[in-house]
């Protein structure tokens, strides 16, 4: 989830500026939800335990939000919205 002042940020911004924002911050929401099920997939190789439909859940859970992530990644790029970080 997005920070108070990043949601702030994003209250606050208009055009071109907001969509990056929103775009960025629904990337770093997705991969959460992925974290979330890559962590589920590890309790239950541990535990042993595969409480019926959570398995397969989990699966399309990671397929649908790399697929999501993907396309926002793109669309930033096609806009001319990606930021350019320095090198080091």
Excluded at 13 to 42: C, K, N, P, S, Y
Excluded at 67 to 87: D, H, K, N, S
């Amino acid at each position: 989830m997005l920070s108070r002042a990043q949601m702030e940020a994003l209250g606050a911004a208009r055009g071109a500026e907001f969509e990056r924002l929103w775009l960025e911050g629904m990337i770093v929401h997705h991969q959460g939800a992925i974290d979330m099920a890559r962590e589920q997939q590890r309790q239950q190789l541990e535990s042993g335990r595969r409480p019926y439909g959570i398995g397969p859940m989990v699966e399309d859970i990671i397929v649908e939000q790399r697929a999501e992530m993907t396309r926002m990644r793109a669309w930033l790029a096609q806009w001319g919205l990606t930021r350019v970080t320095p090198p080091g």
